[in-house]
């Protein structure tokens, strides 16, 4: 199954201004954070892992510090595009509400096995242990998501550079 399917399934892209389910063609590595008002207001949390943006709702954002664990829900793959949407999703929809840019930019998965070589990042989120380095205009610095109890819940904790640099 295309990994946009849920996506695609849940939205009806005639009344929603959302982009459309397409997969991209780049291998590159971004992030966004996007606030969302919605019934319960709360921040998602996206990294591209290939194709799609994996995602992540975080009802209380990103920690600003370190060994600060906050939980993830893990949600639906969404398409690139995503990290440029802002808008409002309307009434009756899913996720109706208001969606803001909180920040975006570029990540370096800095995850590597026991001989220094890099985890691929589908690897890392198989393993569900992904540790990236996070190069937005507001945010800036190492995070760590982890899976705990189940396939959805993660948690996302702000790692201390420094101890990084000691661990390793
Ligand atoms: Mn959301």
New binding site residues.
């Given amino acids: 199954m295309n990994s946009l399917e849920k996506y695609k399934k849940r939205r009806d892209f005639k009344k929603t201004k959302e982009p459309g389910p397409k997969t991209g063609k780049t291998d590159g590595k971004i992030f966004v954070l ?1 606030k ?1 008002s ?1 019934t319960h207001l ?1 921040f ?1 949390f996206r990294i591209q892992i290939g194709k799609v943006l994996k995602s992540w ?1 975080v009802p209380k954002g990103l920690p600003k510090t370190s060994n600060v664990k906050r939980l993830a829900i893990l ?1 639906e793959d969404h398409p690139l595009e995503y990290a440029n949407f802002e808008g409002t999703i309307p009434e009756g929809e899913y ?1 109706a509400g208001f ?1 803001e840019i909180v920040d975006r930019g570029s990540f370096d998965n800095i995850k590597k096995d026991k001989d220094g070589k890099e985890i691929s990042l589908n690897k890392c989120f198989k393993n569900g242990t992904i540790e990236i380095f996070l190069h937005g205009k507001k945010i800036n610095g190492i995070y760590a998501l982890i899976k705990f109890k189940d396939d959805k819940s993660w948690l996302l904790i702000k790692v201390n550079k420094n101890k990084y640099e000691r661990k390793i």
């Fill in positions: 996007q969302h919605a709360h998602d709702a949600t996720g969606v």
